[in-house]
């Protein structure tokens, strides 16, 4: 008996390994259509606590709830928009009075490089005719129109679905009992039947009514834990970024605490990319002043460390318990797949499947290889 089950858990996870890579394939090709249906569903996660709370304890309407949530969603996303693409403007306007600097340090890395450098070409002519940026320009400008176009259909999207998921939530629970109920109305079967009905070992047994309502509410309850922790999080990483660079007065510190704010949610390469990104500004800004530039960088490893590797994971605690090696697989792993979106989805998407697999019992080793350090039993 014992062999016999062990070759179905082996032949279980053997069609589970190839469904997989099956389905991996699916998302990739379906990507522009299963990725505005997989952030609206992360996103409705994340609003049902709140839609919750103003529907039960301050007794507004399901639908009020739902309303009120997105106005301020909406608001708050707006607003967000408007401080990016205005700090971008502004920084573009602002190149042209960094063109000695520019100038300078292109001429010292070309120098490196042993690249041919024309002193009377501006920096950007003199990019223009080494790197060919005018392909790079031209086929951006082309599809500019077109990521725009696809921005906004998905954002609109992504909002109708929520609004919609958010809706049918309210009668979830009846929906779970009357699907997964046990047919208590069906005919008794015999002593012989059941032991039979036993033996066969069909993992989609083990699902019945409480099992599916203890998935859902572990999956709702750890992802918008998750996402809650990392917005605080980023919040903080913001804040701090620009206090810090309002110090030495770089120009434009909300736009890279915006960004810190951002790319936070990205784990560790996130970090990486807006640290970079904020402290090749104050090179272009602060040069040859090495003091500032280094104290920028400082700025960014200390904060970026302290709260990435200190502070929240001590917040989060193991409640995620997610593998930091499988962490940064399914950040390649959905980056590849879905881009940057991707990659901000990767983790609760990570947090999701490991659920799934804790309460399927032949699923249960790839959630302790999926988890971090298990626990040693005394």
Known sequence: MGEKNTNTRGIFLLLFFLSAIAVGVILKLTASVVIPVVVSVLLSLVFYPIVKRLHEKLHFPWWLAIAIVFVLFFAIFFSMANILTSGIASILESLPAYEARLNAIYAKIADKLNVAVDNDMTFVENMWSHISIRNTVGKYALSFTNIAYNFTRNLLLVVLFSIFLLAEMNSTKEKIRLAFKEDNDEKETTDEENA?????????????????KRIVHNIVEDVTRYISIKFIMSVATGVLVTV?????????????????????????????ISGLLTVLFALVQFYPSWGTIIYVAILMLAINMSIGSIIEPRVQGQNLGISPFIILVSLSLWGWMWGFVGMLIAVPIMVIIKIICENISYLKPIAILIGGKPKTEK
């Open 196 to 212: 039979a009905a036993k033996t066969i070992p069909v993992p989609q047994r083990e699902i019945n009514d409480n099992r599916v």
């Open 244 to 272: 810090g660079l309002l110090i030495v007065h770089i120009k434009f510190p909300l736009v890279w605490g915006f960004l810190a704010f951002i790319l936070n949610f990205i784990p560790t390469f996130g970090s990486i």
